[in-house]
């Protein structure tokens, strides 16, 4: 009897998580600057660049989602939608530009995860919920919202930042966060990536990364750090 409870307690409650309702946020590459061949007269230094350049346009094909209820958020890759773009290689590139892995947010517990593979060892790096935005007067309209613009002056990655009050929410793309409505664009270094679809009262399914070991964004930081110093010091 105690095992046939326990059965349909843990049915039940997987479901429960399965059930919830949220909202669904695709996002894509809708702007990336190539790179520029330095050299035309190097046959070598010009097929790698146009085959980087190649790459980095399939990547434009990239579909990635967010999914957020009221107090938990995700955001991941979840199909590169054709064949180049399924190619090891330029995979590779999108994921090195975007970063591979999962983010994910807790708003209540304020804190901020994500997975990691680092020369094969698996990670979930942890941080607080805690940008330095600068809001400013600026807006513009994106998809239909009322967008104002927030930077992080001191993130040299990121140059901007675009959400909008018209969906209460402080979740946002690759991790970020923290504004008064949902952040609908993101320019980061070479790319922009912008919301282009979006469903409300949707079944999510959220759960809390379980990838390897649990590791203090300090302290993921420091061993990075320590691992090109360690690489540059080789060459």
Not at 89 to 109: D, M
Not at 195 to 214: H, M, R, Y
Request: proline content about 4%; overall charge positive; charged content about 25%.
């Amino acid at each position: 009897m105690i095992r046939i409870l326990k059965f349909w307690s843990i049915l039940l409650l997987s479901f429960s998580a399965f059930s919830q309702k949220g909202t669904i946020c695709h996002y894509k590459i809708v702007d990336f600057k190539e790179f520029e061949i330095k050299k035309p007269d190097d046959e070598t230094h010009r097929y790698a660049v146009n085959t980087l350049n190649q790459a980095v346009e399939a990547t434009l094909k990239f579909d990635f989602v967010l999914q957020f209820n009221d107090s938990v958020s995700s955001f991941r890759l979840v199909n590169q939608m054709d064949n180049d773009a399924n190619k090891p290689g330029v995979a590779a590139i999108g994921h090195a530009v975007i970063g591979k892995g999962e983010f994910y947010q807790n708003s209540k517990k304020g804190i901020w995860l994500k997975t990691s593979e680092t020369t094969g060892k698996k990670y979930t790096v942890q941080d607080s919920i805690d940008f330095d935005w600068v809001v400013t007067k600026e807006t513009k309209t994106i998809n239909g919202f009322t967008c104002f613009k927030a930077e992080l002056p001191e993130n040299k990655q990121i140059k901007e930042v675009w959400f909008t009050p018209q969906i209460p929410t402080s979740f946002g793309p690759l991790g970020f966060g923290g504004l008064p409505g949902l952040i609908v664009e993101v320019k980061r270094g070479t790319f922009v990536l912008s919301l282009v679809e979006i469903s409300t009262n949707q079944p999510v399914n959220i759960k809390k990364p379980d990838f390897g070991t649990l590791i203090s964004a300090e302290k993921y930081s420091k061993m990075m750090d320590k691992m090109r110093g360690t690489i540059f010091k080789k060459n």
